[in-house]
């Protein structure tokens, strides 16, 4: 039987270190990932991400219907940090930083 877990919490420094991290390594995700567009892949990284370090059970795990676009995964990760954060930041500013180039 999933129990959920105690909320773990994330804070801005380390949500923007493995934030960094996924932007550096942005071309080599893409090309053994291509699972959809590159915005899409991106944040299908960064939620796999925060759900590891969040150490979020399978029920806390956020599920698609379909096939997801990079809207899914927004929400998701919207879903996955809300309350989790260690103090509340602008997760907007890093998010917007994917549609870059």
């Known amino acids: 039987m999933n129990k959920i877990s105690p909320k773990n919490k994330i804070s801005e420094k380390e949500f923007a270190r493995i ?5 550096e390594d942005r071309q080599l995700i893409c090309r053994h990932n291509p699972i959809g567009s590159p915005e899409e892949t991106l944040l299908w990284m960064l939620l796999g991400c925060l759900i590891s370090y969040l150490s979020l ?17 927004l929400d998701a990760i919207h879903f996955v940090l809300k309350e989790r954060m260690d103090k509340n930041f602008n997760v907007e500013k890093y998010l917007r930083e994917l549609e870059k180039k």
């Open 57 to 73: 059970s399978e029920i806390e795990t956020p599920c698609f219907n379909g096939m997801p676009t990079a809207q899914t995964y």
């Open 19 to 23: 934030f960094r991290g996924i932007r």
